[in-house]
């Protein structure tokens, strides 16, 4: 009988995969991707002032529709 004849467990079988190892891997290249000068504060910064610029200048159908979804919790309130 091979292995592939056997027959399957009839209850649930534990299969437990640690990556602790590899996300710590991954942490460290993603920081070295980003660099000495990588400035956190910045990029949210930066982040926020896009989200501004996104939604400024809406015409009154865009702010209704904004208004909407930030009332259903789509959005952030800004």
């Known amino acids: 009988m091979s292995s592939s004849d056997a027959p399957l467990p009839s209850e649930p079988v534990a299969f437990d995969v640690d990556l602790t190892g590899h996300e710590m891997t991954r942490r460290a290249h ?6 000495d000068d990588w400035d956190p504060v910045a990029a949210l910064r930066g982040e926020e002032e896009a989200y ?3 939604y400024s200048g809406l015409d009154e159908e865009q702010q209704r529709l904004y208004d909407a979804l930030v009332a259903a919790g789509v959005l952030p309130r800004r």
């Open 52 to 54: 501004d610029l996104l």
């Open 30 to 35: 993603v920081m070295a991707a980003l660099g």
